[in-house]
């Protein structure tokens, strides 16, 4: 189907340039077709990257057909080995989520999260919106890297969108919020962003601080590893719903290292 | 993928009367895929009600194997001759719009056109939702038998939705109006506050960690008190952005208790 042209806006370019800071990342994808017809629904909505996290088939032709003329998406798509390698450079990630998870964050819906990661951008940061491969979705692995979590409300009797489905409805979301007025805040009237006061922390540096945290919480025997209690999913939550700070990342690691000397060059 | 269940809402069962009473037609449609893949983003949303003008080919296993859990919305679609059969007991029909006519009506953006159809089905009138060929559209002919258009702005450069991703986008659209109560906002209902999984800490509780953490940061030297550098307010303030929970504390003051002992019992 052929839409018409986007009315005529005071400052369409720096739209598009919006929706080109929104990473798009498929991970573990079984189906090449889907990677395609995932790639066809951000083109049509104006999103151009994507990262594919250990696809299992990919390049192929499959993935190309069903691109139909977004095959430039698929040319320009960044295969990593790892999560983390997906999101490196992204201050903030929503993981699309399949169901609420115990210590998972709550997730907003599909408009909000939009809302929230535009606003993001617009502020300079660089996003992700991470989907899961198409039987299992995320795992909570995958799903506790993210600084939050993103849903699509649908029928409680059959909720199984296709994966390129729910590309399409985000990607569309995702337009409309870039294309809708900067800054907007929520129906309640409340931002859908708290300010930072430093640049956020980037996913590495968030992620090596956990990684400092947790050695020292092992090295003080606070954490058992035969007896976890699930405090390293609970203290990312925590971190998660603040949203961590370069600054704030820096602070905790110098306490970490003040308390545990030895540790902080690890 | 999965998504959780619409929240417990007061008037759950007739929203979903709401969307049983719009119809979904697909004209001249080429592909069976296309029918199968259109009927699971319907069902997904919570849609029920088909109906097929002059598919070139159906039924067919191709349309049942892309319909995947959605078996039954093929089941129970009708199969007509003519567009005016299709829409004979539809007091008000919108044409998803390739581009603006002519002669044709002036589009309305998706959400607005979703939000029309629900607001006449509100007040005892059944809607149609019309699609055409993946190919060549609507004619103009059968764009003149709809009393309105609706488009989903696309990407100048891109436009080209396949069907059932144009079908998605609009279900869900007509999933979002149905849901959106008096208060609107978010279908779900949901507080834009996130919702605590532990009990909050009381104030004195939360002043009982801050206390204890300047003390061990006091202890082991990363925080002078000749030079504090504002590390105090920072943390204050990262910890209040989140909204510490009572089991939170515990894990927080548990993991300084380990690191400095001897200072739990302040």
Redesign the interface.
């Known amino acids: 189907?052929?839409?018409?042209?986007?009315?005529a806006h005071s400052d369409a370019s720096s739209q598009t340039d919006l929706l080109s800071r929104v990473t798009i990342v498929l991970s573990r994808t079984s189906h090449p077709g889907n990677i395609g017809?995932a790639a066809?629904?951000m083109?049509?909505?104006?999103l151009t990257r994507l990262t594919l996290v250990t696809p299992k088939i990919f390049p192929s032709p499959e993935a190309v057909a069903l691109a139909?003329?977004?095959g430039d998406v698929l040319d320009n798509a960044r295969v990593v080995a790892t999560l983390d390698e997906a999101l490196a450079d992204a201050t903030y990630s929503l993981a699309?989520s399949?169901?609420?998870r115990?210590?998972g964050p709550?997730?907003?819906?599909?408009?909000?999260g939009a809302l929230e990661l535009i606003t993001r951008v617009r502020r300079g940061e660089r996003v992700a919106l991470l989907?899961?491969n198409?039987t299992s979705?995320l795992s909570n692995e995958e799903l506790q890297r993210c600084q939050g979590a993103v849903?699509?409300?649908?029928?409680?009797d059959?909720?199984?969108?296709?994966?390129?489905?729910?590309v399409?409805?985000l990607a569309?979301e995702l337009?409309?919020a870039a294309?809708s007025a900067p800054e907007m805040a929520?129906?309640?009237g409340?931002s859908v962003v708290?300010p930072f006061?430093s640049p956020p922390a980037s996913h590495a540096e968030q992620e090596g601080f956990y990684q400092h945290l947790e050695q020292?919480?092992l090295a003080?025997?606070?954490l058992d590893p035969a007896r976890p209690r699930r405090?390293m999913p609970?203290?990312r939550r925590?971190?998660a719903?603040?949203?961590?700070?370069k600054?704030?990342v820096n602070?905790l690691r110098?306490?970490l290292?003040?308390?545990?000397p030895g540790r902080e060059d690890r």
């Open positions: 189907m052929n839409t018409p042209p986007m009315p017809s066809r629904a083109k049509t909505m104006g139909s003329g977004a699309v399949a169901r609420a115990d210590l709550t997730p907003r819906l599909a408009r909000t989907f899961g198409e979705g849903t699509i409300a649908a029928n409680p059959y909720s199984s969108l296709n994966l390129a489905a729910a399409q409805v569309y337009r409309v294309f929520d129906a309640a409340k708290t006061s020292v919480m003080s025997g606070f405090l609970k203290l925590l971190f719903r603040a949203g961590l700070e600054d704030e602070i110098g306490i290292a003040a308390v545990a």
